[in-house]
T-cell receptor, first 117, second 119 residues
Framework: GAGVSQTPSNKVTEKGKYVELRCDPISGHTALYWYRQSLGQGPEFLIYFQGTGAADDSGLPNDRFFAVRPEGSVSTLKIQRTERGDSAVYLC???????????????FGPGTRLTVT | AQSVTQLDSHVSVSEGTPVLLRCNYSSSYSPSLFWYVQHPNKGLQLLLKYTSAATLVKGINGFEAEFKKSETSFHLTKPSAHMSDAAEYFCVVSRPTNAGGTSYGKLTFGQGTILTVHP
């Protein structure tokens, strides 16, 4: 079956611009996560959705970052006034977790590589 | 708070020899622990997970890991390396389901270990 997909695969933008990154989770997965992976680092948690609501947004670095999941499926990560330090690979993952358990497998997408010039 | 330390940023082995990738964790609770692999230009894939059942966990592609609470370690091993094992490996910790709070499923990744396999 189809896995997690993310679009675009690559995005180059100028400093100060607004960008949107899209994630299509596996059908039927209620839990969705965003992570950010900087060069040479492991992924870092940004935000977790259970259905339509953001259950944990403690990883968002500042108020320039915002994510939505209006219908409980597709999610969009939005970054305003981009800065060069935002350059990274943004990963999306989904899981079947309906009970906020920690041991459900998260299935990752290929990521969106964001470059801010 | 929880954290993960991968003790080697790079490991190089010859094909057919054993693989050992080391990981130590810190957690306020008995954690769930995972190993993920990331091949170039591909998404992260789960190799195996420990969730307080058997301490020796077997995963895909011949990998296994042993949870040692006394040493706070979760090292990944494979008896015989294949060329296809060359990738980056991440040790990951997550809070257990009975920990309280709302951070369930929030994964904390180590820095990663790049495995190179020589012919």
């Amino acid at each position: 079956g189809a896995g997690v997909s993310q679009t675009p695969s690559n995005k180059v933008t100028e400093k100060g611009k607004y960008v949107e990154l899209r994630c299509d989770p596996i059908s039927g997965h209620t839990a969705l996560y965003w992570y950010r992976q900087s060069l040479g680092q492991g992924p870092e948690f940004l935000i977790y959705f259970q259905g339509t609501g953001a259950a944990d947004d403690s990883g968002l670095p500042n108020d320039r970052f915002f994510a939505v999941r209006p219908e409980g499926s597709v999610s969009t990560l939005k970054i305003q006034r981009t800065e060069r330090g935002d350059s990274a690979v943004y990963l999306c993952a989904s899981s079947l977790d309906k009970f906020q358990r920690s041991d459900y497998e998260q299935y990752f997408g290929p990521g969106t590589r964001l470059t801010v010039t | 708070a929880q954290s993960v330390t991968q003790l080697d940023s790079h490991v190089s082995v010859s094909e057919g020899t054993p693989v050992l990738l080391r990981c130590n964790y810190s957690s306020s609770y008995s954690p769930s622990l995972f190993w993920y692999v990331q091949h170039p230009n591909k998404g992260l894939q789960l190799l195996l997970k420990y969730t307080s059942a058997a301490t020796l966990v077997k995963g895909i592609n011949g990998f296994e890991a042993e949870f040692k609470k006394s040493e706070t370690s979760f090292h990944l091993t494979k008896p015989s390396a294949h060329m296809s094992d060359a990738a980056e490996y991440f040790c990951v910790v997550s809070r257990p389901t009975n920990a309280g709070g709302t951070s369930y499923g929030k994964l904390t990744f180590g820095q990663g270990t790049i495995l190179t396999v020589h012919p």
